[in-house]
């Protein structure tokens, strides 16, 4: 006898859906069409010379680490690494406080298998990052949406939201995952005050913060944290666990990301991790400290803000040309993506199939909402994979995808 195992699945699988963005890049493999959906980092960046030579290294003069079990808490000297690095930021982590993840996605996982209870609640941004969504759902998180705006998190908005209780806040400063856009300096001051004051913790996704192409870097949540400042020296307690990753720095397919936070709070978390897959790759984390150390990061960092600033502009400029004027997209400081506002009345959903019909892809921006409703129907445009030619010819098409969709909204109008 066969198991019917869906009567099997437990209660936390209910309700699960994968994520649309994987679904719609399976439509978007076709070599006609230009893709600017995925968060996909430029292919032509990956420092593929470097990575050979420090896998060789690795093999040759490391290989029994490297091939070996690891600690929990990640590689020695990458810890090292990233504490000296992220001192720069004025973060004062120690090793203690820096754990290696296999990619920022499993810090999320690992994040609600620490903090959510089913039906606990989450405060996150309109729209937000959607694995965050999809890794929270599993432990049967419920949410309190705040919308965001061109500065970021409206945090005039919060007081009510934190009133209600939630669990924690799970926050995008950089370059937000879709929209774009930037905490303002003032509200993210405000933001750690209203965090100090109801006592809620904030978990800052920062996979971007360092892909800046105009303006001045801001401070990190976790360096404004009240409690981070009340102390000269260390990071004992705080009030932020902060997550960055080298999936848009070096190379995604490594799966290298890593969770600063108190020292208590990474104990607990190596205790998760063991039992969800014991430690992230030894190899790839001495692959990844190999290619990093000795100033390459940095210099790769530069190169790699060169070449997507170049295409965010190419981008813009594009949109410019060939968008009709209802039409408005918010103009990223950094990252990878834009958010275009349309018209009210346009179907996303629609929009996505005329855009395929023309060759050229989105993500809708349905995707990105906790709930179901969404005021103004919205897209994500990725300006970091496709190259600036297609970029140009992207924004072309789909910009006749955008202009059928409203006529059609006004001939239904007209209609009706
Ligand atoms: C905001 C945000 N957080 C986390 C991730 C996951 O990154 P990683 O590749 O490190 O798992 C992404 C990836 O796009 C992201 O945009």
Aim: contains cysteine; neutral net charge; hydrophobic residues 40%.
């Amino acid at each position: 006898m066969s198991t019917a195992w869906t009567s099997r699945y437990a209660l936390r699988t209910k309700g699960l859906k994968s994520s649309a963005i994987r679904e719609l890049l399976k439509v978007t493999q076709n070599p006609e069409v230009i893709s600017l959906a995925g968060g996909l980092p430029a292919p032509e960046v990956f420092p593929t010379q470097r990575f050979q030579e420090a896998c060789e290294k690795a093999l040759r003069d490391n290989a029994p680490a490297a091939l070996q079990y690891g600690p929990t808490e990640g590689y020695k000297p990458l810890r090292e690494m990233i504490a000296r690095h992220i001192a720069r930021y004025g973060i004062k982590a120690q090793i203690e406080n820096v754990l290696i993840t296999s990619g920022s996605q499993q810090a999320l996982d690992l994040i609600g298998k620490l903090l959510i209870n089913s039906g606990d609640r989450v405060m996150v941004e309109a729209p937000t990052y959607l694995g965050a969504l999809q890794a929270f759902n599993v432990y049967g998180a419920e949410y309190i949406s705040v919308p965001i705006d061109k500065d970021g998190l409206q945090t005039e908005l919060l007081d009510r939201a934190l009133r209600s209780g939630p669990k924690f806040m799970y926050i995008l400063p950089n370059f937000q995952n879709p929209g774009g856009t930037t905490l303002s300096e003032g509200r993210r001051h405000e933001l750690v005050l209203m965090a100090d004051r109801y006592g809620i913790p904030i978990v800052e996704d920062d996979p971007y913060g360092q892909l800046r192409y105009e303006g001045q870097h801001l401070p990190t949540l976790l360096v404004l944290d009240r409690e981070n400042l009340r102390r000269d020296n260390g990071y004992s307690i705080g009030n932020v666990i902060y997550l960055s990753t080298f999936s848009k720095t070096l190379a995604p397919g490594i799966r290298l990301g890593w969770i600063v936070a108190p020292p208590d709070v990474i104990n607990k978390f190596v205790q998760l991790k063991q039992a969800a897959d014991l430690h992230t790759s030894t190899f790839a984390q001495i692959v990844a400290y190999e290619v990093a150390r000795d100033g390459f990061l940095d210099e790769h960092v530069r190169t790699i803000r060169n070449v997507y600033r170049e295409r965010r502009d190419v981008m813009l400029a594009a949109l410019q040309e060939y968008f009709p004027p209802e039409v408005t997209w918010t103009h990223p400081q950094g990252g990878l993506f834009l958010w275009v506002t349309l018209p009210e009345g346009i179907d996303c959903q629609k929009l996505f199939r005329t855009a395929l019909e023309h060759n050229v892809a989105f993500v809708p921006g349905d995707s990105f909402y906790a709930s179901n409703h969404v005021a103004t129907p919205h897209m994500r445009l990725n300006f970091s994979n496709a190259t600036p030619e297609q970029i140009r010819e992207g924004i072309r098409r789909l910009s006749l995808a955008v202009k059928q969709q409203i006529a059609e909204r006004q001939t239904a109008d007209v209609s009706l």
